[in-house]
């Protein structure tokens, strides 16, 4: 038996294995976004309400749309029901589900989703959607998807989905026990994301605070005549970007690795993925060289903080900025300064284009901030003062982030072993 129905061997012995046609409707709609006088209004369910929620209600927001009569007797959705996502751009994200919980007259499923109504006599929709949770059984979905770029799940791939189906109070009681234990482990996860906020904001004002103060707090100020920087130490400088770097544009050395500029990284060396096929430019030669210790940003996101450091000789986007400081400026010292909220706003100041998704920083913004900048010495002593303190936080990130990580894996091996019987539900004995 395969790794993939091995689960059917395992059932207790009062359970059964049946394809999910056999318990219950299934339909795949076709209710789009475009909105038609023609047509009535609805509220649409659509793909994100059911990727990022895992119980959809009416107290959620839902787009406005309309459909007609046919589409929406057929497509209406019902408390008890299960959604799941039907296309994605990524095979594993497909077969999501989510469970109603209330319904309405103008509530509909959107296109890209498939709906399913268990027959209420053989299938509880609570234990149907822990069932379509548990990745042991939601492979058989993904496995049948069709695409290359963008995966979709075939509609009779749905109906012969195999599903374990103990007797039905049997399955409500698992559905009870696994709302309880995942309720608790969710909020174990939400008070560990709350530390990691917390860490990260602490982060960023130490950071902010040495670039701009300094690390001296009884230092005296003076007014830097800049609105963003406000006062600093008296015996910094503030000077425009222009007078401290000097733009880079060398092409035509295309075996250089390529980097990746990103708000949330910095400057990285960009890593391919070994299971996915990702297009790349067909000639290098056109991509700019930025040198070790340069600047790098994108110009449609350096207002949100896309900038950094290249740690080595590397190709960035002919579309970025490469900026070589001219000695008076360490880049590790600039690195932290363009990457603190306030710098990103006066980037955005200096941006050009109608709306905010639309800015570009261009060289002539750029070069026309003024910045702060300390001697020299201290440069280096706030360089390390942050790398120092960011580095104790950042150890501290990654054991929460394991410690989710393990409560993630937890909950995922519960829901797996509640649906496929391999744990006593003491509520169901």
Known sequence: M?????????????????????????????????????????????????????????????????????EISKFRLLADDVVITKDSEAWDDIGIPAHVTETADDFVCGYHLAMIRPNPEKLDGAFLFRCLQSKTLRIQLELSANGITRFGIPKNAIGSLALPVPPKPIQQAIARMLDRETAEIDALIAGKQKLLDLMAEKRRAIVAEAVMRGLDPSAPLRPSGTDWLGDIPAHWGARRVATLFCQRDERNEPDLPLLEVSISAGVIVREFSSDKIEGTAADFNT????????????????????????????????????????????????????????????????????TWDRLRLYWDGFRDIFIPLPPSDEQRQIVEHISAETTKIDRLCVATENSIALLKERRAALIVAAVTGQIEIPEAA
């Open 2 to 70: 395969s790794g993939v129905d091995a689960w059917q061997s395992e059932i207790p012995p009062d359970w059964t294995v049946r394809p999910l046609r056999s318990v219950a409707d299934y339909a795949v709609s076709n209710v789009d976004k475009i909105l038609t006088d023609e047509e009535l209004p609805v509220r649409l369910c659509n793909y994100t309400d059911v990727y990022n929620n895992e119980k959809i209600h009416l107290g959620m927001e839902f787009m406005a749309g309309t459909a007609t009569k046919a």
């Open 287 to 354: 991509y700019k060289v930025a040198r070790r210790g340069d600047i790098a940003f994108n110009k449609m996101r350096m207002w949100q903080g896309a900038v950094g450091v290249a740690p080595v000789d590397g190709l960035v986007s002919p579309d970025y900025t490469v900026a070589t400081a001219k000695g008076e400026l360490l880049p590790d010292f600039a690195g932290q300064l363009f990457r603190t909220k306030s710098f990103s706003a006066e980037c955005g100041r200096f941006s050009q284009g109608i």
